[in-house]
């Protein structure tokens, strides 16, 4: 039990985190990274995410929590690159 309270202590304390380079998905946990394809990074949120339920189901948790992850863009540059593209199905609000 004390080695779960220490990587526990541990992960509250570092920055973790994954991105998108091109084809590769880049997993960071503190100051190590590791670079995988993303059959490989599909596998491990699978894993992880049973693992994460069956833990929390274990414990008695019955809260619920929701994590939200956006793309954001720039959406004058993709209102003019559909316009520029001609995408007859985009449709665009006139303010002002």
């Known amino acids: 039990m004390t080695e779960a309270k220490n990587v526990e202590r541990f992960l509250e304390r570092t920055p973790y985190g994954c991105e998108v380079v091109g084809v590769q998905v880049k997993m960071t946990l503190g100051n190590k990274a590791c670079v995988m394809d993303y059959d490989t ?27 939200g992850i956006a793309r954001l863009s720039d959406a004058n540059a993709d209102e003019l690159q559909a316009q520029f593209n001609r995408d007859r199905t985009a449709v665009f609000s006139r303010v002002g």
């Open 41 to 67: 990074a599909i596998k491990i949120a699978v894993m992880l995410n049973w693992c994460g339920r069956k833990a929390k189901s274990n414990a008695g948790d019955g809260s619920m929590q929701f994590l």
